[in-house]
């Protein structure tokens, strides 16, 4: 218990300099207005089943939204060991053109049932669905799982399990997001300035603790962005893409044509990266941000990214950590406790040849940890994928 306390007072000391940096955009935190000018009336899509932590989501397609969940908060936030952690898992929602959204849970067929699935960063390219996952040590550190999505002769969607590659030991827990540029090539975060035990977060020395809290505390970038073949069922071949260093690199998005945007969480910032004709990334624009930017998704429909994140002050973070299983297990369709986020547009000025950031909404109590938002095709519905909460939350748009 005691160690439990340890481990839960330096996660929070570390974070007390986000929280700090993130007030002091905002002076008066408590005085903002929630942005509903868009979006607004969050509430939780209700599932029967248990999907607490629905950290990322891609579109399948106008109707169907799928995505995986895994309790990222317990694990690396409060430190409890793997074998106490909820499984992870798979979910769609289904129905969203119709304007009756709806959640099922996913079947993984043939994902072998001796290792760990506690997934991370998704992306799908057609039909087939890349996954990153933290099997630390049943899987020997983290792999990114691919699946093939499909359906059954009822018409439930599957995800049939194809191959995996393997991170290498830079890769344990820290494999946050990915983008697949082509068959052979994908792009991976790693927010952590170390990779974690085996065992698990909460098997983290005291020395790597206070290593995750000197680089928040001042800054020190030893985050990437990492350029990646695939090998099937084997290691993959990585390196650190050039200009992409910060203080906790995480999600990544890209916008199908030479665009890659890159968010620094605990640095408050975005960079942008072109695809030069011979391949190579380079790094084109950093964009300074009011959110510790979590995910990234790109909007095909609208042409634009969006960011989502937090902009919480370290007394709400206090405050969640003693109401984890109350917030988790939250009956009601609503989030029960104050937790400041917002999504951002981030799209091309073509006046400038530069990418310009718009706030899109803000809200006190939409989720706990807002990690990503995707807009439906029609722009009815905002989806918020969550790296703590119970469920993805759904916005209607406002009137």
């Not at 959204?101 to 960063?121: C, T």
């Not at 997001?177 to 090539?185: F, G, I, K, M, Y």
């Not at 950031?357 to 969550?386: C, H, M, P, Q, R």
């Amino acid at each position: 218990m005691i160690k439990k306390i340890v481990y839960i007072t330096i996660i929070l000391s570390a974070l007390s300099g986000v929280w700090f940096y993130s007030i002091s955009n905002y002076t008066a935190l408590r005085a903002l207005r929630e942005f509903t000018k868009y979006y607004g009336d969050c509430e939780y899509q209700q599932a029967d089943f248990q999907m607490i932590g629905p950290e990322d989501a891609v579109f399948l397609d106008e109707d169907t939204l799928i995505g995986c969940h895994a309790n990222l908060l317990k694990m690396y936030i409060v430190g409890t060991p793997l074998d106490q952690v909820e499984k992870g898992g798979c979910y769609a929602v289904t129905g969203i053109a119709s304007q009756n959204p709806q959640i099922k849970q996913l079947e993984l067929i043939g994902y072998p049932k001796e290792l760990d699935f506690f997934p991370h960063g998704q992306y799908i390219k057609g039909n087939t669905y890349y996954v990153c996952n933290h099997g630390f040590k049943k899987s020997n550190g983290d792999r990114i799982e691919v699946f093939e999505v499909a359906k059954s002769q009822n018409g439930d969607i599957q995800l049939v399990f194809k191959y995996f590659t393997h991170l290498g030991p830079r890769f344990t827990g820290d494999a946050n997001d990915l983008v697949v540029l082509d068959n052979q090539r994908f792009l991976v975060t790693d927010w952590y300035p170390i990779a974690y035990p085996l065992e698990g977060p909460s098997h983290l020395s005291q020395a790597g603790r206070e290593i995750i809290q000197l680089s928040q505390e001042k800054q020190i970038k030893e985050s990437h962005l990492w350029e990646c073949q695939f090998k099937i069922n084997q290691l993959a071949e990585c390196k650190i893409v050039e200009g992409s260093n910060g203080v906790m690199v995480n999600g990544v998005a890209f916008d199908q044509k030479e665009t890659i945007l890159v968010s620094d969480t605990f640095g408050f910032k975005l960079r942008s990266f072109k695809i030069q004709k011979d391949g190579s990334l380079k790094l084109e624009q950093v964009i300074d941000t009011r959110l510790a930017a979590d995910n990234i998704n790109f909007d095909k429909v609208r042409n634009q990214f969006l960011v989502s994140g937090t902009l919480t002050p370290q007394t709400d973070m206090q405050n969640l950590i003693p109401n984890v299983q109350q917030v988790q297990y939250n009956p009601g369709n609503k989030s029960i406790i104050t937790f400041w986020a917002g999504v951002d547009i981030v799209k091309l000025d073509e006046i400038t040849n530069q990418l310009t950031t718009t706030e899109l909404f803000t809200a006190e109590k939409a989720n706990v940890i807002v990690a990503g938002g995707l807009i439906s095709y029609s722009g009815d519905y905002l989806f918020l994928t969550s790296y703590g909460d119970k469920s993805i939350s759904v916005c209607k748009k406002q009137k």
